[in-house]
Protein backbone atom coordinates (compact mmCIF):
# COMPACT_ATOMS: atom_id res chain seq x y z
CA UNK A 1 0.00 0.00 0.00
CA UNK A 2 1.28 3.27 -0.57
CA UNK A 3 0.14 6.60 0.13
CA UNK A 4 0.00 9.63 -2.56
CA UNK A 5 -0.28 13.36 -1.58
CA UNK A 6 -2.46 15.01 -3.17
CA UNK A 7 -1.78 19.12 -3.24
CA UNK A 8 -4.59 21.86 -3.51
CA UNK A 9 -4.92 23.16 -6.70
CA UNK A 10 -3.22 26.60 -6.08
CA UNK A 11 -6.06 28.67 -8.29
CA UNK A 12 -8.87 27.55 -6.36
CA UNK A 13 -6.79 27.73 -3.14
CA UNK A 14 -6.09 31.70 -4.32
CA UNK A 15 -9.71 32.71 -4.94
CA UNK A 16 -11.22 30.75 -2.22
CA UNK A 17 -9.11 31.97 0.86
CA UNK A 18 -10.49 35.98 1.77
CA UNK A 19 -7.56 38.56 2.28
CA UNK A 20 -6.99 38.03 5.94
CA UNK A 21 -7.12 34.68 5.69
CA UNK A 22 -4.09 34.85 2.93
CA UNK A 23 -2.35 37.30 5.10
CA UNK A 24 -3.09 35.18 8.28
CA UNK A 25 -1.22 31.85 6.30
CA UNK A 26 1.64 33.98 5.20
CA UNK A 27 2.48 34.71 8.75
CA UNK A 28 1.80 30.89 10.08
CA UNK A 29 4.02 29.59 7.13
CA UNK A 30 6.77 32.11 7.83
CA UNK A 31 7.15 30.70 11.52
CA UNK A 32 5.05 33.47 12.99
CA UNK A 33 3.38 32.23 16.18
CA UNK A 34 -0.40 32.74 16.51
CA UNK A 35 0.16 35.25 18.84
CA UNK A 36 2.32 36.64 16.97
CA UNK A 37 0.90 36.81 13.89
CA UNK A 38 -2.58 38.33 16.05
CA UNK A 39 0.09 41.25 17.31
CA UNK A 40 1.11 41.93 14.02
CA UNK A 41 -2.22 41.92 12.07
CA UNK A 42 -3.71 43.79 15.03
CA UNK A 43 -6.39 40.74 16.43
CA UNK A 44 -6.75 38.44 19.27
CA UNK A 45 -5.16 35.30 18.73
CA UNK A 46 -8.44 33.50 19.10
CA UNK A 47 -9.43 35.34 15.10
CA UNK A 48 -5.76 34.14 14.04
CA UNK A 49 -7.00 30.53 15.20
CA UNK A 50 -10.58 31.11 13.66
CA UNK A 51 -8.70 31.90 10.39
CA UNK A 52 -6.90 29.45 10.47
CA UNK A 53 -9.87 27.07 11.44
CA UNK A 54 -11.29 27.92 8.53
CA UNK A 55 -8.44 28.00 5.51
CA UNK A 56 -7.92 24.08 6.96
CA UNK A 57 -11.91 23.65 6.21
CA UNK A 58 -12.22 25.29 3.01
CA UNK A 59 -9.59 23.30 1.60
CA UNK A 60 -9.49 19.96 3.51
CA UNK A 61 -5.76 20.05 5.01
CA UNK A 62 -5.08 19.58 8.28
CA UNK A 63 -1.68 20.26 9.44
CA UNK A 64 0.85 23.21 9.36
CA UNK A 65 3.29 21.91 7.11
CA UNK A 66 0.60 21.38 4.81
CA UNK A 67 -0.39 25.43 5.18
CA UNK A 68 3.05 25.77 4.82
CA UNK A 69 3.30 24.09 1.15
CA UNK A 70 0.48 26.22 -0.06
CA UNK A 71 1.58 29.27 1.21
CA UNK A 72 4.96 28.24 -1.11
CA UNK A 73 2.81 27.19 -3.66
CA UNK A 74 0.72 30.44 -3.45
CA UNK A 75 3.66 32.46 -3.67
CA UNK A 76 2.91 34.47 0.18
Request: overall charge positive; proline content about 3%.
Amino acid sequence: MSLTLVAPQTEAAATTLAPREQEALQHIAAGCTYLQTARHMGLSKHTVDAYLRRIRAKLNINTTAEMTRLAISLGL
